[in-house]
């Protein structure tokens, strides 16, 4: 259990690392690729604060990934559950204000993990 709660952790860490280079770096590439629904205007406009999402993304995906390196059992298991509490939150909101796919490739792995660590 403890090994596949670890797996959960990473892969929702690399999620986020890459939800920051495509907010972060890739946003007027391949943001209108991805969000079709958005007029390619859009996006040079809302580099700065797609930029800052990003950013944001990437503190999630560090402190999951700080959780892993954490030698006490105890801390480890409550800074990936802090972490994977706001990812899942914000999964959740995303979900309900943006588009309802983000509730299965953010808050739904998020969950698993909260479960999986909360088993440990």
């Not at 986020?16 to 590439?29: G, K, N, S």
């Not at 580099?47 to 800052?52: D, E, I, L, V």
């Not at 409550?78 to 943006?98: H, I, Q, S």
Request: glycine share 6%; with cysteine.
């Amino acid at each position: 259990m403890l090994l596949l709660s670890k797996i959960v952790v990473v892969l929702v860490a690399v999620f986020h690392i890459y939800i920051l280079w495509f907010e972060m770096f890739a946003w007027e590439t391949r943001g209108p690729k991805v969000f079709r629904n958005f007029s390619k205007d859009l996006f040079p406009k809302t580099k700065a604060m797609a930029a800052n999402q990003g950013l944001y993304n990437g503190f999630l995906a560090a402190g999951l990934i700080w959780s892993l390196l954490i030698q006490d059992t105890a801390w480890s298991k409550n800074v990936a559950l802090f972490f994977l509490g706001c990812v899942a939150v914000a999964g959740l909101y995303g979900a309900y204000t943006a588009d309802k796919k983000i509730l299965f490739v953010q808050a739904v792995p998020a969950i698993i993990g909260i479960v999986l660590v909360m088993l440990i």
